[in-house]
């Protein structure tokens, strides 16, 4: 299809075969009226959530939905055990664990998956894995979760390039939003009116104008990150949904001003109490828990949190790998409570480790947090320099241990590194 191909260059990789896959599975969906739908819960997790939930209700779908700040097996388990008869999707998370959703679906419940993290195969007929990257492209640079699940909605039904700016503002979460598949919701966005140029401060920025109202897309995306992850026990992703579908409220300006604060306030007592206490320190890791301090907050701010510190040169040791520990709470919004009690962890990099990483001679973040994570009783994933999972509550030390043990086993190596990333933290 040349029509993809544009003036910034051709496409190696293969989008018809993408396309093709999502054809398949959208005949899957005919006669099927009910959906649930799992999203992530940063910018692009929204947003991808937004464009699905956008499409099935304009082919007369009724749709919930369930924001998942992590892959929980027993929050999936039980929800496949309640529902009968929908289609379940999961947008920009849930390709990591393919396999495992053929396991906790005994039902056999239709499901597709749109995603871009590293995925492993679907070993079963009833989940679709569409995944960008079983078709050459990347997913840490060419394709967001949001651009994946865009151009499943356009395979329903062309009308849906109206919701192109959203996998625009999902794919900001990317080095560069305008490459790789990325390319053709900006082109459609672009050619079709949806988004246009202007000029801001001197800069070209791209805006959407919501009844005659003009919103920046960089700032929708750093306004989705804030509701999704500071604001996720306060129905922020669903407000999310809700100013990415409709634009600007009162509302939700007056929402995002308090959480801006909230944020700020909070990130400079636990600072300042770092600062004053410094980091526990292992051989190769130096490690916070902030417990529930930071209650109330949705667990991506622990990540938030651990990147600020791999940036500050007089508080961490530059050759450790920085862990932060948080509660997880009870709750997911949307589901009901987890049965076990679990803790998020995030791991972050600072700049002379990550040298190493590159070299080889010390493993990848996502590595130690996979191993380490299930080790601990949880699930991890992530990217090179920055990984999260979550663990049950007191198995702090066993993950501890088990990270420095990898390293030692590991030290010398060089281990093949591994590609994924960063925003499943
Ligand atoms: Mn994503």
């Not at 007929?125 to 078709?135: Q, W």
């Not at 900006?186 to 246009?196: G, Q, S, T």
């Not at 920046?216 to 809700?242: A, F, T």
Request: a neutral charge; one cysteine or more; hydrophobic letters at 35%.
């Amino acid at each position: 299809m040349g029509v993809y191909f544009n003036l910034e260059g051709e496409f190696t990789m293969n989008v018809d075969s993408f396309l093709e896959e999502c054809r398949l599975a959208a005949e899957k969906i005919e006669g099927v009226s009910g959906a649930l739908v799992f999203f992530h819960d940063d910018a692009d997790g929204i947003c991808s959530g937004s464009i699905i939930s956008r499409t099935l209700e304009k082919n007369g779908f009724k749709v919930e939905r369930i924001c998942l700040e992590k892959f929980f097996p027993e929050v999936i388990e039980e929800v496949y055990r309640r529902e009968r008869g929908k289609v379940v999707f999961f947008t920009d998370l849930g390709s990591p664990h393919a396999n495992m959703l053929c396991k906790l679906n005994r039902k056999e419940l239709l499901t597709i998956i749109l995603d871009h993290h590293d995925p492993v195969k679907s070993d079963c007929k009833y989940v679709f894995n569409l995944n960008p990257e079983f078709h050459g492209f990347k997913g840490e640079t060419d394709a967001s979760g949001a651009t994946a699940t865009y151009l499943f909605s356009k395979t329903l039904n062309s009308s849906n390039v109206d919701l192109s700016y959203l996998a625009i503002v999902g794919s900001m979460e990317l080095p560069q939003f305008n490459i790789g598949m990325n390319k053709i919701p900006l082109r459609d966005a672009l050619e079709n009116e949806i988004v246009h140029r202007k000029r801001v401060r001197g800069k070209e920025k791209l805006v959407k104008s919501f009844d005659g109202e003009e919103t920046e897309l960089e700032r929708l995306y750093r306004d989705l990150n804030v509701l999704g992850s500071v604001g996720y026990y306060l129905d922020g992703p669903e407000k999310g949904v809700q100013l990415s579908l409709n634009g600007y409220s009162e509302e939700n300006r007056r929402l995002l001003l308090e959480l801006q604060e909230k944020r700020r306030d909070m990130f400079r007592e636990v600072i300042g109490e770092i600062r004053g206490s410094g980091l526990k320190k292992t051989r190769h890791l130096q490690w916070f828990h902030v417990r529930d301090r930071l209650k109330g907050m949705g667990s991506k701010v622990i990540g938030s949190l651990s990147s600020y510190l791999s940036y500050q040169r007089t508080l961490v040791d530059r050759d450790k790998y920085i862990v932060g520990f948080m509660n997880l709470e009870k709750e997911v919004p949307g589901f009901g409570r987890l049965k076990k009690q679990y803790v998020k962890v995030s791991m972050r990099v600072p700049a002379q480790l990550k040298e190493k990483i590159k070299e080889g001679s010390m493993p990848p973040a996502s590595e130690l947090v996979s191993n380490a994570c299930l080790i601990a009783g949880g699930l991890g994933e992530g990217h090179e320099f920055a990984s999260s999972g979550f663990l049950l509550k007191g198995k702090e030390t066993v993950f501890i241990d088990a990270v420095e043990r990898i390293i030692e086993k590991n030290k010398g190596a060089s281990g093949g590194r591994q590609k994924t990333l960063l925003d499943f933290t």
